[in-house]
């Protein structure tokens, strides 16, 4: 009889360690999918720009809009794009890089 406890005890023992362990791999495996919930938000949201990070970046954000004398573009499909093609739908951010190029980025006014 003594063995037959000491095996019921051991049996115990063993659905203890491995309800245990059980346990904790449902713990860190919860743990990791909220990790990974959580950065996936944050790659989600976006990216708010303070307007001194912009000026450490080199950007200039004009206070008010500045009007634009009327003129004419030809696109490289020949296409004209003028000034009243911007009226109620579009503004423009100019960029000027180092090697003075000049980009043009339409998007919508906020």
Excluded: C
Excluded at 7 to 25: A, F, P
Excluded at 39 to 45: A, E, G, M, N
């Amino acid at each position: 009889m003594n063995h037959s406890g000491l095996n019921n005890n051991d049996m115990l023992t063993e659905q203890r360690q491995k309800r245990g362990i059980r346990v904790t791999i449902a713990i860190l495996l919860l743990f990791i999918v909220a990790v990974l919930v959580g950065f996936v938000h944050k790659l989600s949201q976006p990216r708010v720009i303070t307007d001194s990070e912009l000026r450490l970046n080199g950007a200039v954000k004009l206070q008010k809009a500045r009007i634009l004398d009327n003129f004419q573009l030809v696109s490289d499909t020949g296409e004209v794009f003028h000034t009243d093609s911007l009226k109620g739908q579009w503004t423009l951010v100019f960029l000027v890089s180092h090697t003075a190029q000049i980009f043009v980025l339409p998007h919508y006014p906020l």
